[in-house]
């Protein structure tokens, strides 16, 4: 199989169904019988390959994981429960007390939260760095970094920095780089080919076919050696590759009860099968209505990086094959400009997701970052002015009616 939609239809199935079924059953169990006393002890030490716990592993999330490997062509996948419980278990394998993570403050407000108010207070330290000054990046990293960490194209920002730059950086300093490509999924963005160590996704937006359920997976590309990461390096000499996976599952990841519930991993599967269709239609809608918001006299700037005059376009395009992701942001006046705005909407949505189905729109400075103060947001760069159009899959004359007739009154 070489096609990406073929791939996730199909999957690479490990066992054949006993009722010969095409989708895999939904395995709704928290635990697994065994023939004999012996066979649970090998399945609980790890040298014979069986479900013993969903919390730790189940049928139905397994082949979901399958799937997103093939789709990624990475080495090994883990699905988590959240995108918030993929990069919290991703920092938690890497580091410890005294040891810091390299990072931007342009990140989903949740993530910055996690960092400043969750991780800190246990000896983590975390340096925010320009991630598109590559000297600045490479200042902040000594040898107590177990991370660089960023995402592939920021929300709300929409900033969109060199991974493969970053990755020879990386690489040559013996940190593994993390990215949350989740607005771009590995439909639009191979993280392997572009020196990405570990991709991180929220499976709640694109991949769960129109946020049915909520979801993340961590992706081990397979392309960096964790002798170099010092919490993994004796494991990495018995494990070798599979040392970062194996960690995850067997130690953080089943001690931190961070599982995706097998019902979420079915609808997950079945929404990568239509996953291209709908980034495709998403992308489309967002470029047209991003040039259309561009002429409107109301609309002080626009960010999004398929625009030509966008400061990130032509990395972008190298990075995502000419497409460009399915969030616009743009400014208005004001703070009372952008609810006026977003009060007069009829179709497009007021919710906070990315990449559903549906189009959404948000005002990010006061729901997603309202927890910061204007200085934080500030540096940030979460304006008042600032909206957040989320673009779903709908016809576009619908979309761009709505938003002209919320503009214009």
Not at 27 to 35: G, K, Q, R, V
Not at 279 to 285: A, H, K, M, P, Q
């Amino acid at each position: 199989m070489k096609g990406f939609t073929t791939k996730a239809i199909h999957g690479q199935r490990s066992k054949p169904d006993a009722h010969g079924a095409l989708r895999m059953p939904l395995y709704d169990t928290a635990s697994f019988e065994h023939p004999s006393s012996r066979e649970i002890e090998l399945a609980f030490g790890g040298k014979r390959p069986s479900h013993v716990y969903t919390r730790i592993s189940n049928p139905t999330i397994e082949d979901f994981e399958q799937k997103m490997r093939l789709i990624s062509g990475g080495l090994a996948v883990l699905a988590l429960s959240s995108g918030m419980a993929a990069i919290s278990n991703l920092v938690m394998t890497l580091c410890e007390a005294g040891t810091n993570v390299v990072t931007s403050r342009h990140l989903f407000g949740n993530t910055v939260s996690l960092f400043e108010h969750s991780l800190k207070p246990w000896g983590l330290e975390v340096r925010y760095v320009d991630m598109t000054n590559l000297k600045e990046v490479e200042d902040a990293i000594d040898e107590k970094t177990r991370l660089v960490f960023l995402e592939v194209i920021t929300n709300p920002q929409l900033e969109v920095a060199d991974c493969k730059a970053l990755s020879a950086l990386t690489q040559s300093k013996g940190v593994p780089l993390g990215v949350d490509c989740t607005v771009t999924t590995p439909y639009l963005f191979n993280s392997k080919e572009f020196g990405v160590n570990v991709e991180v996704l929220s499976t709640t937006k694109y991949i769960s076919g129109g946020a049915t359920t909520v979801g993340g997976v961590l992706i081990d590309n397979g392309n960096f050696d964790w002798k170099k990461s010092p919490k993994l390096a004796e494991k990495a000499k018995k494990m070798g590759p599979m040392a970062f996976i194996a960690t995850l599952r067997m130690e953080v990841y089943r001690n931190l009860g961070a599982c995706l519930a097998p019902h979420n991993a079915y609808l997950q599967a079945l929404g990568l099968e239509t996953l291209g269709l709908r980034v495709d239609r998403s992308c489309e809608n967002a470029l047209a209505l991003a040039k259309q918001l561009q002429n409107h006299p109301k609309v002080k700037r626009v960010l999004y990086p398929g625009l030509p005059e966008d400061r990130f376009h032509k990395l972008a395009k190298a990075q995502f094959g000419g497409r460009y992701g399915g969030i616009v942001c743009f400014e208005l006046a004001d703070k009372e400009a952008c609810f006026t705005a977003m009060d007069r909407v009829k179709l497009i949505k007021r919710a906070t997701n990315i990449n559903d189905n549906k189009t959404m729109i948000l005002h990010p400075a006061s729901t997603t970052f309202i927890e910061y103060s204007e200085e934080e947001k500030a540096k940030m760069q979460v304006g008042e002015a600032l909206i957040r159009l989320s673009v779903g899959i709908e016809d576009l004359e619908d979309l761009t009616e709505d938003l002209t007739q919320a503009l214009e009154t």
